[in-house]
């Protein structure tokens, strides 16, 4: 069998093969009110659509613990019981497809309160104007010029916001989701501590390696404790900030070598595989070197730690995809926008390279 779509297993979840779906924001659920926060017709769409074509594993967009913690007002939560029964429906019919449905669980941070990106290119919502708020970080140090300088966390709210993953998760187990995703990269609140570019607390949360791990761990901690033994928890990393590998560039960041570092810990701690992305200020050169781009993360991970690892970020092709998991540089890949383009990926994939993916009854004709 093509390896690409060989089910695997972790803990006691089989995902029928190794085509994933990454996290994509939407901007698509109501801003505010008792719908605030709730998938509906669209996400069940947009969802549903690629369990028909044969994806494996589909992660939800970035799901707020708290409706603070949502990048745009629009984004979906999983901060009340009302957005559970929405869920609800979408994953009982990702299962019916036999895709495995998971959530990707998220505290934006700093980046909160923004635009969608297609008006006025994401740009912040200021406090009191529109439906914004003052977002909050590890430091009072604003994610872009024209940001809203954050709240700095006091240890008080930090506790709060590891209890928000913990309610989160088991919100999302009653909405029957099978992987939960602890959200780390990209620049949301849990990568604003791990770097330190965004923290620069002298406390018990910054200052070293391990103060800068602190929060991280303990959202692990929670998440990991209401999760159910034999369901895998992934955590999402940004491998790197890209601000030590550019010259141009003389900020300090989060580093490969701190990622695989931090991997061990999440392993230790019941993280069953890392989701290897990157995030800050990609240099042209590495956008260049496609097909490559980020898999040398996931593979140096995989490499140093034995942790599994999936690979994302522009794998298009199904040649591609194939050498990545067949080599052992990754055991699954995600993919994003190639999915938007083509819903059914995983199936015109699997024609191509030999591969089987389950199809709808209703697609079957004697």
Same mark, same amino acid.
């Given at each position: 069998m093509t390896t690409l779509f060989e089910p695997y297993t972790l803990r006691s979840l089989?995902?029928?093969? &190794? /085509?994933?779906?990454?996290?994509?924001?939407?901007?698509? #659920? #109501?801003p505010d009110g008792p719908e605030a926060g709730m998938p509906?017709?669209?996400?069940?769409a947009h969802l549903s659509a690629r369990a028909a074509g044969g994806t494996g594993l589909i992660i939800t967009e970035a799901t707020a613990v708290a409706a603070e913690g949502r990048i745009s007002p629009y984004d979906l939560g999983i901060w009340n019981d009302t957005q559970v029964a929405a869920f609800r429906r979408i994953t009982d019919f990702l299962k019916s497809q036999g895709t495995v449905p998971g959530i990707q669980l998220a505290h934006a941070g700093r980046k909160a309160s923004t635009e969608r990106t297609w008006v006025d290119r994401g740009a912040p919502i200021p406090p009191g104007e529109g439906h914004g708020w003052t977002p /909050?970080?590890?430091s009072p140090v604003p994610f872009a010029e024209s940001s809203t300088t954050p709240a700095e966390l006091t240890t008080d709210e930090i506790a709060e916001i590891v209890r928000q993953f913990a309610d989160g998760a088991r919100r999302a187990l009653a909405a029957g989701f099978q992987v939960a995703e602890i959200h780390g990269a990209h620049g949301y609140l849990i990568h604003q501590f791990l770097s330190p570019y965004s923290n620069r607390r002298t406390d018990a949360y910054g200052g070293s390696f391990e103060g800068r791990t &602190?929060?991280?761990l303990e959202v692990v901690d929670a998440v990991r404790s209401v999760w159910p033994e034999e369901l895998p928890v992934f955590f999402r990393t940004s491998a790197t900030d890209w601000l030590a590998e550019n010259a141009d560039d003389d900020r300090e960041g989060w580093t490969g070598e701190d990622t695989v570092r931090f991997a061990k810990e999440l392993h230790a701690r019941g993280v069953d595989l890392l989701d290897v992305s990157t995030g800050g200020n990609v240099p042209d050169a590495r956008i260049e070197a496609a097909p490559d781009y980020q898999v040398p993360y996931a593979e140096q991970v995989r490499t140093a730690t034995g942790m599994p690892v999936a690979?994302?970020?522009l794998i298009t092709d199904?040649?591609?995809?194939?050498?990545? /998991?067949?080599?052992g540089r990754a055991d699954a890949v995600l993919l994003g926008r190639e999915?938007? &383009?083509?819903?059914?990926w995983a199936r015109h994939a699997a024609r191509k390279?030999?591969?089987e993916v389950a199809t709808p009854v209703q697609y079957h004709r004697a």
């Open positions: 089989t995902i029928p093969n &190794r /085509v994933w779906m990454a996290a994509m924001c939407q901007y698509s #659920a #109501a509906n017709d669209w996400h069940f /909050v970080g590890p &602190r929060f991280a690979a994302v970020g199904p040649e591609q995809a194939q050498a990545i /998991v067949a080599s999915l938007l &383009r083509d819903p059914y390279l030999g591969g």
